[in-house]
C-alpha cells in the first residue's frame, strides 16, 4: 500500500514537471514587461494581499511576532521584488563585448538565456523570505519552477501554496508540500537548476543528485561565524549588536553570531 502511493505521488510530480517541461519555452520568451507583470503580483500579495496570514503562518509555525515577521520576512521579498522589477529590463539585454583578434570581422555578445524548470529547496527557519526570494529570481530569469518547502513550517507552506495557486498556472510555478519522501522523489527528476538552502549534510545530497542529470545547483548552507571585536570597537555598540544578530529569530539564521573572538 505504501510503495503504491509513493508511486502515485512521483507520478504525480512526474506529471507537473513534465507540463512545465513543456512549457518552458513560451515562458523564457517572455518580454520583460510581462515578467514585471508577474513580479508586481506577487510582490502585491506578499506585502498587502496576503501580509496578514504571513504573519499569521509566522506566529503558529514559529512563534514570531508581526513585527518580526514584517522585518525578517515580508520586507526583504518586498525589496527583492522591487530591485528585480527595477532591472530586469536591463538584465535581459544582450551585454556587447570585445571580440578576439581571430574572430576579426565579426562581432560578440552575451546573451542571457533562462535555465528552463528550476527546483527550489526552501528551509523552515525563513520560510517565506527563503522561498520567494529564489522565486522572484527565478521569475525575472524566465524560469519555470518547482517549490518544495520545509514540512517544519506548515501553516507557511499553505499559506505560500494558496499565493502560488492564485497567481501561477502549475505549467509555470507549482508548490509541492511534503516530508523528505517528496524531496528525494523531486530530486529524482532532471531539473535543469536546483537551488537548495539548509544543512551541509543535505546540500551533498542534493549535490550528488544534481550531478546525476548534469544540473546546476546553488547551495546556501549554514555555516561557522565568528565575529571578531578589536581594539578600536565600541563594547557597548559592539555587545548590543552582537546580541541582536545572536538571538534574532531565536538565533535560527545561517549567519548568527557563532563565536567571538575579542582583543
Known sequence: MKQAIQAETSNEYQ?????????????????ASERKAKLKALKYAIEVEYREKIREA?????GKSSAEADLTEVFPCVSEAKH??????SWMKPHKVSTPLSLLGSSSWIKYEPKGVCLIISPWNFPFNLTFGPLISAIAAGNCVIIKPSEM??????????????LFKENEVALIEGGIEASTALLELPFNHIF???????????MTAAAKHLSSVTLELGGKSPTIVDETANIN???????????ANNGQICIAPDYVFVH
Do not use: C
Not at 58 to 62: V, Y
Not at 84 to 89: L, M, P
Not at 197 to 205: D, R
Not at 237 to 247: D, H, T, V
Open 84 to 89: 528585480a522589477i527595477r532591472h530586469v529590463k
Open 58 to 62: 509566522s506566529f503558529k509555525d514559529l
Open 196 to 206: 537548495f538552502t539548509g544543512a551541509p549534510s543535505i546540500g551533498k545530497i542534493v
Open 15 to 31: 506529471r507537473i514537471f513534465d507540463l512545465q517541461l513543456e512549457n518552458q519555452y513560451n515562458i523564457g520568451n517572455t518580454t
Open 237 to 247: 555598540n559592539a555587545a548590543k549588536m552582537i546580541a541582536w544578530g545572536k538571538f
Open 153 to 166: 513550517t506548515p501553516h507557511s507552506s499553505a499559506v505560500m501554496k494558496e499565493i502560488i495557486g492564485k
